[in-house]
Nanobody, 122 residues
Framework: QVQLVESGGGLVQPGGSLRLSCAAS????????MSWYRQAPGKERELVAF???????NYADSVKGRFTISRDNAKNTVYLQMNSLKPEDTAVYYC????????????????WGKGTLVTVSS
């Protein structure tokens, strides 16, 4: 019954902000690395940011300084605060969970949400 449910997507103007949430259940959230990926139309899925079990964070160069990933282990939720949004940020954003060593992804067994659409347009 593992579930990852994203929310918070929508239509925003360039320069605007949006906060995405991913509610997790069915596994021991605090033991997993949580990541946000995105996939734009006609593009490959790319890693946006991830947060390790200790709360450390990493970002794609394209979003550094604009996006912030965080986690609340008490709520089993990971967030992505997106500021200074650009049209090129338009994509479906997906939440992902894996062990810190990536063992689940290696065998295609990591967890994915269904995604939430972010559209940045004037």
């Amino acid at each position: 019954q593992v579930q990852l449910v994203e929310s918070g997507g929508g239509l925003v103007q360039p320069g605007g902000s949006l906060r995405l949430s991913c509610a997790a259940s069915g596994f021991t959230f605090s033991r997993y690395t949580m990541s946000w990926y995105r996939q734009a139309p006609g593009k490959e899925r790319e890693l946006v940011a991830f947060t390790n079990t200790g709360g450390s964070t990493n970002y794609a160069d394209s979003v550094k300084g604009r996006f912030t990933i965080s986690r609340d282990n008490a709520k089993n939720t990971v967030y992505l605060q997106m500021n200074s949004l650009k049209p090129e940020d338009t994509a479906v954003y997906y939440c992902n969970a894996d062990f810190p060593d990536g063992r689940l992804a290696r065998y295609g067994m990591d967890y994915w949400g269904k995604g939430t659409l972010v559209t940045v347009s004037s």
